[in-house]
């Protein structure tokens, strides 16, 4: 058992991943967006062109660009995995299980780090 039996420094922590989601919020909308809208281009690029001006050319461009996809994919993981922390650790740490929320907050960060990185070092190959 950790030294903080209250969860206080974890109850710090959940303030700090709300913040992480917080900023990653608006840049991984603009994002997701440019994908949506390029890979529209690339399917359907007389439509998208007629309304919204971006023809099958710059679907390729946005779709393959590398800083794209990894700023992306870096996003996507860093809101994923403070956003889920940010909606379990409160609820545990209320329920008084505090160890149990460290075994969570140990285990997903160990998820993210070993099982979701190789989409990033993907992105980096391309």
């Known amino acids: ?30 994002l997701t967006i440019s994908m949506i809208l390029s890979g529209y281009a ?3 690029p007389q439509t998208m062109s007629k309304f919204f001006g971006i023809g099958y ?33 409160p609820r545990l740490i209320r329920a008084g299980r505090v160890k149990l929320a460290y075994i969570v907050l140990t285990a997903l960060s160990f998820a993210v780090l070993y099982f979701l990185t190789p989409l990033l070092l993907v992105e980096l190959s391309k």
């Open 42 to 44: 690339l399917i359907a």
């Open 57 to 89: 050319s710059e679907g390729v461009i946005v779709h393959s660009t590398p800083l794209i996809r990894f700023g992306f994919v870096t996003l996507a993981l860093l809101h994923g995995w403070a956003g889920t922390l940010t909606l379990i650790l």
């Open 1 to 30: 058992m950790s030294p903080d039996d209250t969860g206080k420094g974890l109850l710090k922590l959940v303030y700090v991943l709300r913040y992480v989601v917080a900023l990653t919020s608006p840049p991984l909308l603009v």
